[in-house]
């Protein structure tokens, strides 16, 4: 059982710590490197706080107590064009779809967001981490990975390593080190900018859980 919420806080601070601690040892050397989560709040984040909370220096996404109505998204305040994302991503309980959005927008008036979507979890048992989709707007996948490659480095229950580099038209996606996704979009007219997001999808219940969120802008 994880102490999360108020109960949680410092826990999550020491985890934070933590977190910081490995993220600067991880980009030493490297420049240009932001942290886009503190690893104790959802500052710099907007979205339905009954779907989204910090517990154990992750973001997590859902509940496991009820069915998730519809999607929802924690999306960053800021938009981004082109750039390297990295983080960390778990699926927990019998729901096991979400995804990272990138290059995306807020519908008004909707809980959806509009852009690419870098998928995680399963479709009929076969993995689909990795996989870029495209919500909201051709709502089709753009580009599969390679299901028996992604088997092979997927800890199903554990932690996973996520890489999107995004520079013009061209996407490129890591699952664990292995390279899943080499997109160039066709589309002059699709916009190569916009918010980082975090979904749950709709459905049974589930938790997505995000950590080691980080952005090298290229």
Request: net charge positive; glycine share 14%; aromatic share 8%.
């Given at each position: 059982m994880h102490r999360c919420g108020i109960w949680g806080l410092a826990l999550a601070a020491a985890l934070a710590g933590a977190v910081n601690n490995r993220l600067d040892a991880e980009t030493s050397g490297e420049q240009g490197w932001r942290t886009l989560f503190d690893g104790r709040s959802l500052a710099g984040w907007e979205g339905n706080l009954q779907y989204f909370r910090v517990c154990d220096g992750a973001i997590v996404a859902g509940t496991l107590k009820a069915r998730i109505p519809h999607n929802e998204f924690l999306c960053t305040k800021h938009e981004f064009e082109d750039f390297e994302l990295r983080l960390e991503?778990?699926?927990?309980?019998?729901?096991?779809?979400?995804?990272?959005?990138?290059?995306?927008?807020?519908?008004?008036?909707?809980?959806?967001?509009?852009?690419?979507?870098?998928?995680?979890?399963?479709?009929?048992?076969?993995?689909?981490?990795?996989?870029?989709?495209?919500?909201?707007?051709?709502?089709?996948?753009?580009?599969?990975?390679?299901?028996?490659?992604?088997?092979?480095?997927?800890?199903?229950?554990?932690?996973?390593?996520?890489?999107?580099?995004?520079?013009?038209?061209?996407i490129q996606i890591w699952v664990n080190g292995v390279r899943t996704v080499d997109y160039v979009e066709p589309d002059p007219d699709i916009s190569r900018r916009g918010v980082i997001g975090l979904q749950i999808h709709g459905g049974p219940p589930a938790e997505a859980w995000y950590r080691n969120i980080r952005l090298r802008p290229l």
């Open positions: 991503a778990r699926l927990v309980g019998t729901g096991r779809n979400a995804g990272v959005q990138f290059r995306s927008r807020r519908i008004p008036g909707s809980h959806e967001v509009r852009g690419y979507q870098c998928d995680i979890g399963e479709m009929n048992g076969t993995p689909i981490w990795g996989w870029l989709y495209d919500e909201s707007r051709r709502r089709k996948f753009l580009q599969q990975g390679d299901t028996e490659a992604i088997r092979r480095v997927l800890k199903r229950d554990g932690w996973n390593e996520l890489r999107i580099r995004c520079r013009g038209p061209r």
